[in-house]
């Protein structure tokens, strides 16, 4: 492990990951009124994911500022025929795709979260189709993120995966970063818990109270009104 | 020029193939699916629609949890308390309007309800007790 350098800091790994997390969880809830307070609160997440991604890549280590990234469309030609010959180049942070994809990923992330939260305070049926569409489309980009990814490691032999979880790349990789912010990465997970345990609390509760209420009723909003 | 003549057509017709629509619309085509689901189709039932409504159909919601057991008044979210507008026509004119609305939201609320799409005949049960509803019971 000693000819490994840190690349990622913790803050972003956790980024990374509850982003992926949360959009995923708002994708399997989506269908659902019984899971509709879930779904708002990975909505809630994954809005706070991105916020923290923004400030991140201003105050972030090294490879994840936003000025480490530079649009490039010669490179990023570059970089996708190397690909499609099987000869991917090796990158220590972002490749040029990747800095295309992330101000993509962020920006249509900022218009899913946004729209959903209108579309909760019920402020009209347009945001709800804005919605959805933008998820769909943001769901299209995440497809082609994780295939570009599986198919970079496997051509290049290099794992670009794991280091997502460790930190770490091969030292011939070239330049790494001094800290892993692990302050920072409590401040998140700090944040994370404030969310959801007292999230997950409220619905237990609500969930008792509607249940306490259908019995009184004397069964599941069943009527007999003789109208 | 040669694509002149399909673009005036498709801005032409593409309002149309998105107009509003009104519930008699909804009924004929549950009643046709109706039909070729089952020859034997005899017609939508205002009192079987409102028995599916306000009843439990095995699981522990019925449609009537979130939208009232008279839905031409407002009905509250059993799990997030938002407001539900009225869901009969007489009391709403928006509702049985569009299409895609009403298929989005009759594929994702009887999964909620009976855990599986409704039939066609579940459909229009429940649209003519719907549409037979008056306005007058607002509120």
């Known amino acids: 492990m000693n000819d490994r350098v840190l690349v990622w800091d913790l803050p972003l790994r956790i980024f990374h990951w509850v982003l992926a997390a949360s959009f995923a969880g708002a994708f399997l809830t989506a269908e659902s009124e019984r899971l509709r307070d879930v779904h708002v609160l990975c909505g809630y997440t994954f809005a706070g994911a991105i916020a923290f991604r923004v400030v991140w890549g201003f105050a972030g280590t090294r490879h994840a500022r936003f000025s480490a990234l530079r649009f490039r469309p010669a490179a990023i030609l570059r970089e996708l025929q190397a690909l499609v010959r099987g000869r991917p180049q090796r990158h220590v942070g972002h490749g040029p795709i990747g800095a295309v994809m992330i101000p993509l990923l962020l920006g249509l992330g900022a218009v899913v979260a946004a729209s959903g939260w209108a579309t909760y305070a019920q402020a009209g049926e347009w945001l709800e189709e804005l919605h959805e569409g933008a998820a769909v489309a943001m769901l299209v980009v995440v497809i082609g993120h994780v295939v570009g990814v599986v198919a970079t490691s496997v051509l290049s032999r290099e794992n670009l995966v794991v280091p997502l979880l460790t930190g770490r790349k091969p030292r011939a990789a070239g330049g790494g970063i001094a800290s892993s912010r692990p302050l920072v990465a409590l401040l998140l997970l700090a944040a994370l818990a404030a969310l959801w345990v007292p999230g997950l609390a409220a619905r237990d509760e609500r969930l008792a109270e509607r249940r306490a209420h259908v019995a009184e009723l004397g069964g599941g909003g069943r009527s007999h009104h003789g109208d | ?139």
């Open chain 2, 1 to 139: 020029m040669r694509f002149a003549i399909p673009l005036a057509a498709a801005l032409a017709l593409g309002p149309m193939t998105a107009r509003a629509e009104r519930p008699a619309d909804f009924e004929a085509r549950f009643a046709q699916e109706a039909r070729r689901a089952d020859p034997s189709f005899a017609g939508f039932s205002a009192a079987r629609g409102r028995t599916f409504f306000t009843t439990r159909q095995g699981g522990d919601w019925s449609c009537s949890t979130c939208h009232g057991d008279v839905p031409t008044a407002i009905g509250e979210h059993a799990v997030t308390g938002k407001r539900i507008e009225p869901l009969a026509p007489a009391a709403n004119p928006e509702r049985f309007t569009k299409p895609a609305s009403v298929e989005k939201w009759f594929k994702r609320n009887c999964n909620d309800v009976v855990k599986r799409a409704c039939t066609a005949q579940e459909k229009g049960d429940v649209l003519a007790w719907l549409m037979a509803l008056p306005a007058k019971e607002t509120r």
